[in-house]
């Protein structure tokens, strides 16, 4: 057996497969100098809402991007209130400040990870105004729960898909669930571009208009109002345009890897594999287990040249940048608990049998020893 490294995820290999197609690509954009808003941008914003089921695809520059420009769309004013959850990537509650409204966090669920649906209602003012799921690690959130506060309180809800694209709840693809969404293109994500880009889908034409034209200085040679500039890259969406079409492939991948994981590890007694509802399709953008004894395994699989990694180690209420709200681990204890027993493993489409073993007959040892 080699000890060759073991990465999280392995970008690499995936390019290696692809790279004349991109190539090829790439010099064709540069004789033609077409770099912005050109045809790819048009075929790839197709090929979303043909995967999604959604009408409407406005191409961004990034995820982060996505939220802010919808949070504007939903015109959010000082004051309002956005409910989102203690577990995630910084961007899903940066953007609620950063467009002007307030972030009340909720606490996660001990199980999936994901917002704690029966947490939210308590955390409702007159100020709410809308909820930001986000689908954590790739595992849908609970649907007719939050449907039933959105419809009781009038409030909107957009799904954050940055982890999740290809997942689905009750067979319909998320993004396509709630008023609006967003989806991530970083390189890491399950559809990764060779940079930043990212996108926003809805089915509500006025809202997608009015995000277009905002994300491109409200309308070049129109300016009908103030904008920014977050046009998605004209070679990253060719990129994509070529990888989209292998994300079935990719997500059964990473769905064979993970019931191998889950079937080989959750025997071992001291560890939580990843739940999954039985009405959902988890992507596993990350396979993250629980276990009390994290930091000694990461340890233990480090020094014998595998990779993990800690999605996330501290929860957004904890971390210095929303230290003004003054939150305490007894406020999100299910989120607090979750982030001291958390480890992601590696997981990414071209993992090989021999890799996958390898890590799980590691980890066998840790706790057999
Ligand atoms: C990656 C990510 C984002 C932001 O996407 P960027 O394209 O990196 O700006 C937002 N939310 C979540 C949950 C993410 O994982």
């Not at 953007?95 to 409702?124: H, M, P, W």
């Not at 009015?210 to 070049?220: D, M, S």
């Not at 977050?230 to 990129?239: H, T």
Request: glycine share 6%; with cysteine.
């Amino acid at each position: 057996m080699t000890n060759d490294f073991i990465p999280i995820v392995d970008l690499k290999s995936q390019h290696d497969s692809l790279i004349s197609q991109i190539n090829e690509k790439i010099a064709e954009i540069i004789s033609t100098s077409s770099f912005i808003r050109s045809k790819d941008i048009t075929q790839f914003e197709n090929g979303i809402n043909n995967l999604i089921g959604s009408n409407y695809c406005v191409s961004v520059a990034n995820g982060t991007d996505a939220l802010y420009i919808l949070l504007k769309g939903f015109n959010l004013k000082p004051g309002d209130e956005v409910i989102t959850t203690a577990h995630s990537w910084i961007s899903t509650a940066e953007v609620i400040s950063q467009a002007g409204g307030n972030v009340v966090f909720c606490d996660t669920s001990i199980l999936d990870f994901n917002i704690d649906a029966a947490k939210i209602e308590s955390l409702i003012t007159p100020k709410t105004v809308g909820i930001i799921p986000v689908h954590l690690y790739g595992h849908p959130v609970n649907i007719e729960q939050l449907n039933k506060i959105k419809e009781k309180y009038n409030l909107w809800i957009i799904e954050d898909c940055a982890q999740a694209i290809n997942a689905k709840y009750k067979e319909k693809q998320v993004g396509s669930l709630f008023d609006a969404a967003i989806f991530s293109f970083y390189p890491g994500k399950n559809l990764g571009a060779m940079g930043d880009a990212g996108c926003i889908t809805t089915n509500d034409h006025k809202l997608a208009e009015w995000c277009r034209l905002y994300a491109n200085h409200g309308g070049k040679g129109i300016h009908a109002f103030e904008g920014i500039n977050s046009r998605m890259d004209g070679i990253q969406a060719a990129i994509l345009n070529i990888k989209l079409p292998f994300l079935d492939e990719w997500t059964c991948n990473r769905q064979k890897l993970a019931s191998i994981y889950n079937q080989e590890l959750s025997s071992l007694g001291d560890i939580v594999t990843p739940f999954k509802a039985n009405h959902v399709d988890h992507v596993y953008h990350l396979y993250t287990i629980k276990t009390s004894y994290r930091d000694e395994l990461s340890e233990y699989l480090r020094a014998r040249n595998i990779a993990t990694s800690i999605n996330y180690p501290i929860s957004l209420p904890f971390l210095p940048a929303f230290k003004r709200l003054g939150h305490q681990h007894k406020d999100f204890p299910n989120a607090f608990q979750n982030q001291r027993e958390i480890l992601s493993l590696p997981m990414f489409p071209e993992l090989t049998e021999n890799q996958l073993h390898r890590i799980i007959d590691t980890i066998t040892q840790f706790f057999t020893n």
